[in-house]
């Protein structure tokens, strides 16, 4: 069986939870490769509704071991939090396994930054605020302190003290914010560690033997691929590689177990926090989809930039993604539009843009060249195939399609599991 990678097209919150919650019925292993509880992922089930940050969304189905790989990093006090309110509304959590390779959000990556987003005023980031960008920038500076620490309290304690020392400098020097007490943290992660030891593992040997068992693996990614490090509106990035190529590293597995790759686009946009977005509408129309679709961040509960599908966007997500095919989620909240546009291009100082600019100052000053199509002002939440879609439904779908490039293995009309209408097999 092969290993499927799931990863955003856009900027992130494009329901990719939900559509791994659907194929994890027949995986044995959903892992999830990259970002931290800054990401959010919906699943609605016959439980209930469930706001996951740091679990995959394959853990509602009683054969499926849930990973959290090296490429994570985790704030063990929120992970611990999800685990109890999963374990209390009867979801067993037996089946989580988390990386020892994994980095470690601290106190200190919180508090530094909330400063740096402080001390830049309106040319903020617009982060989330949970330690991500400061986490892992500390475990490319060798900085880091890992899972697998915890396992170890005399060798963990040294390396806080000294790690804390130096991030203490920090903060009064440069900050002018009150020091850290290395033994409180330490003594605070400890316990965290005694409570976590029996989920602390290899996760890369987990991932590896069940691909060599012929088990069907899914590889859940985080945000989207315009949040990506190298590939986002940089620097209105997150700070983990979102897209397909973190997959590997960020579970432990070579490209060559890779065999499909479906890239989740919403069949319009979204944007959380600050960068450009060509499409975004700022009018009735754009706060008409942001209620429809409930557009507010599972994590933080911000409300969303809404805006039309950016088919420019989409068609560099594809590339460098090399998706195999896509999924287009939430149909049913055009529903209610009597005329639909797609930017199919931009424009710039009057030339018109084909590609992706990698300059966001560039993509800030570009205008959308848009393509109307006409709306089908019929419910579509009810519909399971195909071709019981409105015919201008089906023609907005295959428009897409088109446009991006890649086949549309399946729509989604609902949040629910059942909403969704499969056109191909995805292996």
Same mark, same amino acid.
């Given at each position: ?9 856009? @900027? ?14 027949? +995986? ?9 509880? &800054? ?30 790989? &090296? ?13 109890? =309110? ?8 037996? #089946? ?15 508090? $530094? ?57 920090? !903060? ?9 007490? @290395? ?6 992660? !400890?316990?965290?560690?005694? #409570? ?26 985080? %945000? ?8 986002? /509106? ?14 590997? !590293? ?16 919403? +069949?319009?946009? /979204? ?27 599972? /994590? /933080? ?21 090399? =998706? ?6 939430? !149909?049913? $909240? =055009? ?11 931009? %424009? ?13 100052? #560039?993509? +800030? ?10 709306? @089908? ?14 015919? &201008? ?24 599991? &059942? ?9």
């Amino acid at each position: 069986m092969p290993a499927i990678v799931v990863v955003g097209g856009q @900027w992130g919150d494009e329901g990719k939870g939900r559509i791994v919650d659907l194929l994890s019925r027949d +995986a044995a292993v959903v892992a999830r490769f990259n970002g931290g509880d &800054n990401a959010g992922h919906t699943v609605i089930n016959e439980l209930g509704e469930f706001a996951l940050h740091l679990v995959p969304a394959g853990i509602f189905y009683p054969q499926t071991l849930c990973v959290i790989g &090296n490429g994570v990093v985790v704030n063990p006090k929120v992970l611990l939090g999800e685990l109890d =309110l999963l374990a209390a509304r009867g979801v067993d959590i037996s #089946r989580v396994a988390v990386s020892d390779r994994a980095h470690l959000v601290m106190p200190y990556h919180l508090e $530094i930054e909330r400063l740096e987003e402080e001390a830049q005023g309106t040319a903020a980031i617009g982060t989330t605020r949970r330690g991500i960008g400061p986490c892992y920038a500390d475990k490319a500076a060798r900085l880091g302190i890992r899972m697998g620490d915890l396992l170890d309290p005399e060798g963990f304690t040294t390396r806080l003290k000294f790690v804390i020392e130096y991030k203490n400098r920090v !903060l009064e020097r440069v900050y002018g914010a009150r020091p850290l007490d @290395w033994q409180a943290v330490a003594d605070e992660y !400890l316990r965290y560690g005694e #409570r976590l030891r029996p989920f602390i593992r290899d996760t890369s040997l987990i991932v590896a033997r069940a691909l060599d068992q012929g088990d069907l693996v899914l590889l859940e990614g985080a %945000q989207g691929t315009l949040l990506d490090l190298d590939y986002g /509106t940089y620097p209105y990035v997150t700070s983990s590689s979102t897209g397909a190529g973190g997959a590997c !590293l960020g579970v432990g597995i070579g490209p060559t177990r890779i065999t499909h790759t479906l890239g989740v686009f919403k +069949a319009y946009v /979204t944007r959380v926090g600050g960068g450009p977005m060509p499409t975004e509408l700022t009018d009735e129309v754009g706060q008409l989809l942001r209620e429809r679709a409930r557009e507010y961040g599972a /994590t /933080t509960g911000r409300p969303r930039r809404c805006g039309w599908f950016d088919a420019v966007l989409a068609r560099f997500s594809a590339r460098v993604n090399d =998706l195999t095919s896509i999924a287009i989620t939430r !149909l049913d $909240i =055009l529903d209610a539009f009597d005329r639909i546009r797609v930017c199919v291009a931009y %424009q710039t100082d009057g030339v018109v843009l084909d590609e992706f600019p990698t300059s966001a100052a #560039r993509l +800030a000053a570009a205008k959308p060249v848009y393509e109307e199509l006409p709306g @089908w002002l019929t419910d579509t939440s009810g519909v399971r195939r195909f071709e019981d879609l409105p015919p &201008n439904a089906q023609r907005y779908v295959r428009r897409l399609e088109e446009l991006i490039g890649r086949p549309v293995s399946l729509v989604s009309v609902g949040p629910e599991r &059942n909403q969704v209408i499969p056109l191909r097999p995805i292996p």
